[in-house]
């Protein structure tokens, strides 16, 4: 219901490498000045500085309960290049749990 993702903002800068862990496919936006975005803040990867973020809640009840999204959704409001993953950490592991073994097994 409150969608249970988390949110971890992390700022990198400076020259050298960054690995970072993303789940499924990435896709990359390249959003217009004023042009808004709205999704499951577990889908987002990354974006640049230039994009501005806010948190908005969802709006009527039928969307809140059914909706699959919890309370709330990330708004990015370009101008600016954003990344999302197609998949959640929470998605990724029930996909790989019925593949690891138990000592039941």
Not at 23 to 49: H, M, R, W
């Amino acid at each position: 219901m409150f969608g249970g993702e988390g949110f971890i903002f992390q700022r990198i800068s400076g020259n050298g490498l960054a690995f970072l862990e993303l789940d499924g496919t990435v896709c990359e936006y390249d959003l217009a000045p004023g042009q808004k975005l709205k999704i499951d803040s577990g889908n987002v990867a990354y974006f640049e500085e230039s994009v501005k973020y806010s948190i908005e809640t969802v709006k009527g009840f039928k969307n809140i309960i059914f909706g699959g999204e919890g309370l709330f959704l990330t708004c990015l409001e370009g101008p600016g290049k954003v990344w999302l993953q197609t998949m959640t950490a929470a998605e990724l592991a029930n996909k790989i749990i019925p593949y690891i073994p138990t000592s039941g097994k």
